[in-house]
């Protein structure tokens, strides 16, 4: 392999790896500081790319159009929280598990209802519609850099909210007690609403922004759902940390997986699970 | 398990003495729909034999399984791999076959994901049943994603002569009856074990079983296998109805029918997830003649039943009963 295009499948595999973590990030985080399991946030991914698909009929920008999508997302995901989330804290995982898949079949057929069954696409910005030439032949797409550039950035922006401020005080505060939280005077349930809101708008802004480089059609936010999981189970349930290099990891696994052996790439992921769980039954970080 | 209240008993035996003779007189009920119901409710039976057998795992042995279907998929492409493409199989060679593989199949995954643990055990069983999937799906072994036909039904002889014939639509759905109330005793059999006990047991407290000095382990990987090796059968009966097999019968939406089914039934019960193959169809079914977006009430009814009915129609039954056999001095 030349070491040109190793760097390049390099980058790709991180540039993967990173909007993955920012659609486990939120994953992990609702179930770390709210112990729900939700099956529905793959759901949110596909709203995300399908209110930008739809916004963009309107406005000209793709950074205006998902600007826009952001607070849509985050109020879908307020409502689900208050509507029917609340009801499941005190339930077991089953129940959880079991509600939200009933939300992910309603989700699917309402963007079947609303978009219906085509495949469709976005174009690349133009100002980002160009490429780092690396040799005579191979370079590389200057837009892909730009994700790979916002999701380091959020991740590194999570870290300092979640650590640093109040807001993030109370959030790994809320994870250890919610009870001690409560009678410390401050509101709960507007807290949880807030991470829940939060987390579907990572997963909509990863949908949003991968848009343009994949394609928007049905079924998408099932296949983030079981690689994300994949991603939390081996960083270890709830782990900031975990999810980062997990997803890191997959996506170069992913990456190489479709260069070296492209009959069996979707596969090639599951065997990494399977060997960290070996090793480490709890995931790296647990 | 406890012994179930007698009146519910009797219930249960009159409703699968009906089934039984549906075939006879269907026809008079529904002179034009008799064949197509037929076929439904071959199906539906069979999908009761699944949620039975994951039953097994998420109401008695508190294992909920995201990835059930990945064994009930395998059991079905078993049997389209060891088919001759023209000429009928053996079954008493491709039955066995087919078990011995989602047996070791189930084994293994059970191996990796028995050592977590609640919703971790959740999330890697999804996974490994997607794994399965995405290998069928992008493998050339049968089909890919277009799946594979099974032309020809598999042969029931014992010394050349045709015991069964699986092409019969009426027979077949016999074999699903007979799967369904075999599957059922057996169920009952394991659980009254000294085996089906522990696992019992293991299902209301884990940490109890293991101070009195069994191994949960053992008992809980057994248990998924068997399950599992359930789940193939119910497959494999599937693809002989249907003469295909394709990857989505092995996705984990499919796997999350089956764990609404389970719900539905009231888990635990092991009646109660086959009452709930039937329930789930049929509205299914009801659905779907009024829309074309079935998915959307359906969606609303499960999380009407997570919401409203947590222990299912099989929790309903029993309380009923046992209460009307307590006033009556029953058991």
Known sequence: MDIWFFLIQVLNGLQYGLLLFLVASGLTLIFGIMGIINLAHGSFYMLGAYLTFWLLQSVDSLLLAIVLALPISAAVGYLIEALLVRVLYRRDHLDQVLLTYGLILIFNEAQRMLWGGDVHGIKVPAALDWSIPLTDTLSYPVYRMAISAVCAALAVGMYLVIQRTRFGMWIRAGASNRDMVAALGINVNLLFGAVFALGAVLAALSGAIAAPISSIGPGMGDTVLIICFVVVVIGGVGSIKGAFLGALLIGLADTFGKVLAPDFASFSVYAVMAAVLLVKPRGLFA | ?331
Request: glycine residues 14%; proline residues 4%.
């Open chain 2, 1 to 331: 398990m406890s012994r179930l209240p007698r009146s519910l008993s009797i219930l249960l035996s009159v409703a699968i003495i009906l089934l039984g003779a549906y075939p006879l007189f269907g026809d008079v009920l529904f002179p034009n729909k008799h064949a197509f119901l037929m076929q439904k409710l071959t199906g539906i039976m069979i999908m009761a034999v699944m949620a039975m057998s994951l039953d097994l795992l998420v109401g008695v042995a508190g294992l909920v399984s995201m990835g059930h279907a990945a064994f009930f998929g395998l059991g079905g492409y078993m049997l389209a791999m060891l088919s001759p493409e023209y000429s009928a199989a053996n079954l008493w060679v491709v039955l066995p076959a087919a078990l011995v593989v989602v047996a070791i199949a189930s084994a293994m995954v059970g191996y990796l994901s028995i050592r977590t643990s609640g919703i971790y055990f959740i999330m890697v069983t999804l996974a490994f049943g997607q794994m399965g999937f995405y290998f069928f799906n992008d493998s050339k072994l049968a089909g890919g994603s277009d799946g594979a036909y099974i032309m020809v039904k598999p042969a029931v002889e014992i010394l050349g002569v045709s015991l069964l014939n699986l092409g019969d639509k009426r027979t077949l759905y016999y074999v699903g009856l007979g799967a369904l109330v075999g599957v059922y005793l057996l169920l009952r059999v394991v659980l009254a074990s000294p085996f089906g006990r522990v696992v019992s047991a293991i299902g209301v407290n884990e940490n109890r079983v293991r101070g009195l000095g069994f191994d949960p382990v053992a008992y809980k990987l057994l248990a998924f296998t068997i399950g599992g090796t359930i789940a193939g059968l119910a497959g494999f009966l599937a693809a002989i109805q249907y003469g295909f097999v394709n990857p989505a019968t092995l996705s984990w939406h499919h796997s999350g029918e089956a764990l609404v089914m389970v719900i539905l039934g009231g888990m635990g019960t092991l009646f109660g997830p086959a009452i709930g193959a039937f329930v789930f169809e049929l509205a299914k079914m009801g659905f779907e003649s009024v829309t074309e977006h079935w998915l959307l009430p359906m969606g609303a009814m499960i999380i009407g039943i997570v919401l409203l009915l947590p222990k299912g129609v099989g929790g309903l039954l029993l309380q009923l009963f046992s209460g009307r056999s307590k006033m009556e001095g029953g058991q």
